[in-house]
């Protein structure tokens, strides 16, 4: 299985950007997916959870009603679209299938002025 995310890149605050996670090796409409966020210096935080069939959303409350998750099971592709980003956003965001503990290597996101 391999998990690729990409999409990061330099933002100001308040500023948006959406994130990609192209899955492979694996029957991916059949697994819940998470994002994740690790930022210097601190612990990885949960960002938000998607069911299988997308009927089902849940979100960190630091980032609820700012950040969007989605997913495409025809392109095999997990999405994180963030909105009103703000500096405590900067983190290295990786997508995960948790019935599996599978992860992907990460992309940068980094808010600033």
């Known amino acids: 299985a391999q998990l690729v995310e990409s999409g990061g890149g330099l933002v100001h605050p308040g500023g948006s950007l959406s994130l990609s996670c192209a899955a492979s090796?694996?029957?991916?409409?059949?697994?819940?997916m998470r994002w994740w966020r690790k930022a210097p210096g601190k612990a990885r935080e949960f960002v938000a959870g998607?069911?299988?069939?997308?009927?089902?959303?849940n979100y960190a409350s630091s980032v609820e009603g700012r950040f969007t998750i989605s997913r495409n099971n025809a392109k095999n592709t997990l999405y994180l679209h963030m909105a009103a980003l703000k500096f405590e956003d900067t983190a290295v965001y990786y997508c995960?299938?948790?019935?599996?503990?599978?992860w992907g290597r990460g992309t940068q996101v980094t808010v600033s002025s």
């Open positions: 995960n299938v948790p019935q599996r503990n599978w």
């Open positions: 090796g694996f029957h991916f409409g059949s697994h819940i």
């Open positions: 998607i069911s299988s069939t997308a009927a089902t959303t």
